[in-house]
């Protein structure tokens, strides 16, 4: 007969990706053992393997399970009404806030993608491929001189907008809500002028 599912499974399961997450950041993936996942969990190695049948398995659904959410929580910002300027800034704004809540899986995923099978590496990279993709089509709308013709300056322009919003994760950790949407109005108007000014 099979094992039935525990009712408090997904919150169960939620607290080890959250938990372990933390120790990834903090020890690097390849340090890491499942010992000190369950230890961070307050649970049994054993009951780590309940959910997870290895640190690769875990790995990956931190992983998906983060990258999908914000994925789908950025690409909710489009919509036909909103000025691609207010859309740049709400893009930004919401990827920091993001980043505020998630500061761990964030800060795993350049080391812990290439540690996953091929197939999970594609999922992963779907994910942030639409993510790059999505702030591509409103740089376009901002300045569409510039960039329908010069697709490298647009890829340039979007990877230096993350490559912004990650130095300020990495050293302002501690920044609130209002500290975090201050800097995206300052990269908004930064990428504005600058893609509309040369």
């Avoid at 809500?177 to 800097?183: F, K, P, W």
Wanted: hydrophobic content about 40%; proline content about 2%.
């Amino acid at each position: 007969m099979a094992r039935s599912v525990a009712k408090d499974h997904d919150q169960k399961r939620q607290h080890i990706l959250y938990a372990s997450a933390r120790v990834f950041a903090e020890e690097g993936i390849a340090r890491s053992n499942m010992v000190q996942v369950a230890k961070a969990c307050g649970i049994s190695k054993a009951n780590i393997y309940h959910y997870y049948d290895s640190k690769d398995a875990l790995l990956f659904d931190i992983l998906n399970t983060y990258l999908s959410a914000l994925r789908d929580r950025l690409l909710a910002l489009v919509s036909d009404d909103t000025a691609p300027e207010d859309h740049l800034h709400a893009f930004v704004s919401e990827v920091l806030l993001a980043y505020l809540k998630m500061d761990a899986e964030h800060k795993i995923q350049s080391e812990g993608v290439p540690l996953l099978q091929e197939d999970q590496q594609l999922i992963l990279k779907s994910y942030q491929r639409d993510i790059v993709r999505a702030l591509n089509g409103t740089l376009l709308e901002i300045a569409p001189q510039r960039f329908t013709h010069d697709k490298s300056s647009l890829r340039a322009t979007s990877m230096s907008i993350f490559g912004m919003l990650n130095w300020y994760a990495m050293w302002n950790e501690d920044a609130d809500e209002m500290a975090r949407n201050n800097y995206a109005k300052l990269v908004t108007d930064l990428v504005i002028n600058g893609v509309r000014g040369g």
